[in-house]
Antibody, heavy 120, light 111 residues
């Protein structure tokens, strides 16, 4: 069974940093690209970042470019999101999400999400 | 990259059919057959309902169907049921610096 479990969320002050993790199981992690998607309270979904299976291709939303860094450790079946220079508008539930295969532009598995709150 | 445009809300009575639109541009919805739809109940993670415009994943009811015309994609829910009350989001591949864009979301209410 495919499982994606996010962790690392919490309360952080504006300008602070946080590192999110996503532990993957039930599939060959190293064969799949991965994504982070977020949802601010009461708002819609926003794609944040994507990383290819071997980390060769990385993309960021303009809203986080230069502040967030996506990475992965295929040996540990884990996906990460390093978030620096956090702002109030980064407050959201962050989901780890997997597409079904390379070349697919949709997501078939989602984690349960981890809440990041940026507030003084 | 701007979000795709969806109506804020759509409602219908049990048994009726409703359609949710998702309008983009020729750089996203209109240019590729990579439109997907997600259902999200309160406090839950999104669930894939339609992929690549009109394909249903295994386990998704055939009451859900997708289509596209020009720069607008649509999700139709037929035989509306109480359990269909949720938020729905479209998404598309986009020819820009970022590969994905989501729609603004539509709240479906079953009257």
């Amino acid at each position: 069974e495919v499982q994606l479990v996010e962790s690392g969320g919490g309360l952080v002050k504006p300008g602070g940093s946080l590192r999110l993790s996503c532990a993957a199981s039930g599939f060959t992690f190293s064969s799949y690209s991965m994504n982070w998607v977020r949802q601010a309270p009461g708002r819609g979904l926003e794609w944040v970042s994507s990383i290819s299976s071997s980390s060769n291709y990385i993309y960021y939303a303009d809203s986080v470019k230069g502040r967030f860094t996506i990475s992965r450790d295929n040996a540990k079946n884990s996906l990460y999101l390093q978030m620096n220079g956090l702002r109030a508008e980064d407050t959201a539930v962050y989901y780890c999400a997997r597409p079904p295969s390379s070349g697919s532009y949709y997501v078939d598995y989602w984690g349960q999400g981890t809440l990041v709150t940026v507030s003084s | 990259q701007s979000a795709l445009t969806q109506p804020a809300s759509v409602s219908g009575s049990p048994g009726q059919s409703i359609t949710i639109s998702c309008t983009g541009t020729s750089s996203d919805v209109g240019g590729y057959n990579y439109v997907s739809w997600y259902q999200q109940h309160p406090g839950k993670a999104p669930k894939l309902m339609i992929y690549e415009v009109s394909n249903r994943p295994s386990g998704v009811s055939n009451r859900f169907s997708g289509s596209k015309s020009g720069n607008t994609a649509s999700l139709t829910i037929s035989g509306l049921q109480a359990e269909d009350e949720a938020d729905y989001y479209c998404s598309s591949y986009t020819r820009s610096s970022t590969p994905y864009v989501f729609g603004t979301g539509t709240k479906v209410t079953v009257l």
